[in-house]
Nanobody, 128 residues
Framework: EVQLVESGGGLVQAGGSLRLSCAASGFTFDDYAIGWFRQAPGKEREGVSCIHTSDGGTYYADSVKGRFTISSDTAKNTVYLQMNSLKPEDTAVYYC?????????????????????WGQGTQVTVSS
């Protein structure tokens, strides 16, 4: 059974940093796309970043480029999202999700419909 468990969320002031973790189990970590998505109240879930676990290829949404960094530790079956220079508009529940193969894009962005397995989410709140 595929399991994805997020951790690392919390409350931080604007300009601060957080590191989210996504611990994966129940599947072979090789050749998977692990995506981070977020959903703010009243808004649709949006793709933030993605990494391919084998070749290290990455994707970032324009809104987080230069501030967020995604990485993976294959020995620990864990993907991290380092979030720096956080803004109040980054406030959301952050989810990680897994999909076989590369980080697929639809019209240049991640699509949640490409991901079949999801974690439970972790809350990130950025105060102004």
């Amino acid at each position: 059974e595929v399991q994805l468990v997020e951790s690392g969320g919390g409350l931080v002031q604007a300009g601060g940093s957080l590191r989210l973790s996504c611990a994966a189990s129940g599947f072979t970590f090789d050749d998977y796309a692990i995506g981070w998505f977020r959903q703010a109240p009243g808004k649709e879930r949006e793709g933030v970043s993605c990494i391919h676990t084998s070749d290290g290829g990455t994707y970032y949404a324009d809104s987080v480029k230069g501030r967020f960094t995604i990485s993976s530790d294959t020995a620990k079956n864990t993907v991290y999202l380092q979030m720096n220079s956080l803004k109040p508009e980054d406030t959301a529940v952050y989810y990680c999700a897994a999909d076989e193969g590369l980080c697929a894009l639809r019209l240049g962005v991640l699509s949640l419909y490409d991901y079949h397995d999801w974690g439970q989410g972790t809350q990130v709140t950025v105060s102004s």
